[in-house]
């Protein structure tokens, strides 16, 4: 069981790798990691027997993270998988220590291969990138050669007819039992899309989303490149057309530089089914973006949903405790409120009113209190003990007694009997008349303030001269504490709504803030809902949409990719000078030397490299 690692940064292509080598028996993956650090931490920890390693990544990049795994893990193998097949990336990554370099476009049965024989200790490198790694040329080596015959030219020249004649001989050959192949091209756009939500929210405001695949097309080509080069698209491909993976063959995938053009070809042993071959496999490519992005449509939907139903939750229960507060209180709309302040501001007008004729009637009660010499309190004590009959009964027994003791005090000293009974008379009424007044008061009278009011009442000249003032006073004074009355109603009204007021604003406020919560709520709803429609979206920036910009093409039958005549004729003729170039030098190699040295002295570099089992010994 092999231990494996894989560095790669891009979630789209590490998803493609962990399916494809997940069905390995032989492989385990014991971790994945999106960053040269990652790796480096994952290597310490687990240990493992080989590293998928890729070169470009955010921090430290595959190269650094190569050498840093390989000084501290010499029994880690690191096996290199990049875009990248220039000499000098190569060159590097086998310097920090890479067993292995290989590119992201080779067939998944090709890495699985590597990742076996770089475990195994070989040193693998992808097709075509042997003449790239920069070998160490050694000293030329020379030894003095020793005087020898001219070797004739005749041997020579007849071994370069007959190798020159079997060189032309396998040319026609190989042209002739060759069955033709013919050629289907066809190419691919990588469409820019962009998406994009707007949400306009009562009392709240506008929220907008958008996205483009502007910049992930070069990520897209080759996410797109990788899936064209599965094996799987191939089979799937084949198995659509009756033939096998072998007949179906791969088809050949170039790119352009600015990433949103790809080309294909595909060979056919027939015009038609070249052309066939191309339609299927579209077809199947296609097939496999669309059920990529479903899969990340589904993925996105799950993850959202959970989002979705406590935003629902939260929304139910904002409108159920708005609901149940406006069925709890009496506030039933804002115009409740205005039409209470409106009726407490017209009893703020009243108020004023009364209080300015209150105000005027004072000063008119001080006015006849200053004409009547009495105060306005005392006049008002006046009004209350002539109405009382007792009270004016007693009052003339009074005025009898005191005008009869005026009498006899006229006639008599002060000692005489009648004058000494007529005053204990007077004094005997006057007791009983202050207490009817005490008792119709409800209040202490003294003498002094009795007699002020017997004065106004009995004085023939103050009754005639101020009776019509006396009568404005007591009026006045009926008016004013009507007045009074309606003030203080007016207040306990003005309290009272006050009160009512101020519960109504904080009951608004409160609804306000339930009004505000079920707003936020609905905005957290219809966000979620608009990501999950924005997410949907979005997936075709993740893989954008294919236009097929060049219908797959119809070979001419007279003119079949393979054998190609101008290019064997260009073999036959390389094949040709190689073999006299090869007889000239092995003539002149047998030749006596005349500078002592050989010129095919010089010594090969160390490292050859094995064809047919595509590694380095």
Known sequence: ??????????????????????????????????????????????????????????????????????????????????????????????????????????????????????????????????????????????????????????????????????????????????PPKYTSEWGMKILETGTGVQLNLPSIGRASSDSSSAGGRKEARIDYVYIANDSTVTEEAAEKMGISPGDFGKPEITSSDDGNIISLTIEGDTPTQAQQKAYTFNEVFNQRIESLRQGEIKRQEKQTQTTLEKARENLDEAQKKLSSYQASSSLSSEEQIKQLASNLEQLRLQQAELSAQEEGLNNLSQQLGRELELSSN???????????????????????????????????????????????????????????????????????????????????????????????????????????????????????LEGRQRDLAQKKLNMDSLQRDLQVAEAIFATTLAKLDLGKEHVYSLYPPIQLIKEPSLPKEEHPTSPNVRLLLLAGMAGSFLVSTGLVLLWFERQPSRLGTSPLSTKLPSLSFDSKADKFR
Not at 114 to 142: A, R, T, W, Y
Not at 409 to 415: E, I
Request: charged share 25%.
């Open 1 to 178: 069981m092999i231990h494996l690692l894989i560095v790669e940064d891009q979630k789209t292509i590490l998803q493609l790798l962990k399916s494809y080598l997940e069905r390995e028996p032989n492989l385990k993956i014991v971790a994945v990691a999106t960053n040269g650090q990652a790796g480096i931490e994952k290597v310490d920890k687990f240990k493992p027997d080989v590293v998928l390693m890729d070169v470009e990544m955010p921090g430290i990049d595959g190269i650094t993270a190569t050498r840093i795994i390989s000084e501290r893990h010499p029994e880690t193998k690191v096996l290199i998988l990049t875009t990248h097949d220039d000499d000098q990336t190569l060159n590097l990554a086998l310097q920090a220590g890479a067993k292995g370099y290989i590119l992201k476009t080779a067939p998944a049965e090709e890495l699985i291969k590597f990742i076996h024989s770089v475990h195994q200790g070989d040193l693998k490198l992808g097709s075509g990138l042997v003449q790239k790694i920069q070998p160490e040329i050694h000293p030329i080596s020379s030894k003095p050669k020793q005087p020898e015959q001219s070797v004739p030219k005749t041997p020579y020249v007849l071994l370069g007819v007959v190798l020159n004649c079997l060189v032309w001989v396998l040319i026609i050959v190989y042209w002739k039992i060759t």
């Open 378 to 496: 005392e006049a008002t004590s006046a009004y209350k003990l002539l109405e009382d009959n007792v009270y004016q009964e007693q009052l003339q027994q009074y005025a009898k007694a005191k005008t009869e003791l005026a009498n006899l005090l006229s006639r008599f000293t002060p000692q005489n009997p009648s004058v000494i009974n007529k005053q204990a008379e007077l004094e005997e009424t006057t007791t009983a008349l202050q207490q009817r007044a005490a008792f119709l008061l409800n209040r202490s009278v003294s003498r002094t303030e009795l007699e002020r009011i017997t004065y106004l009442t009995l004085d023939p000249k103050v009754k005639t001269v101020r009776q019509d003032v006396f009568k404005d006073l007591i009026t006045n004074q009926g008016n004013r504490q009507k007045l009074e009355a309606q003030i203080r109603e007016l207040k306990n009204q003005m309290e009272e």
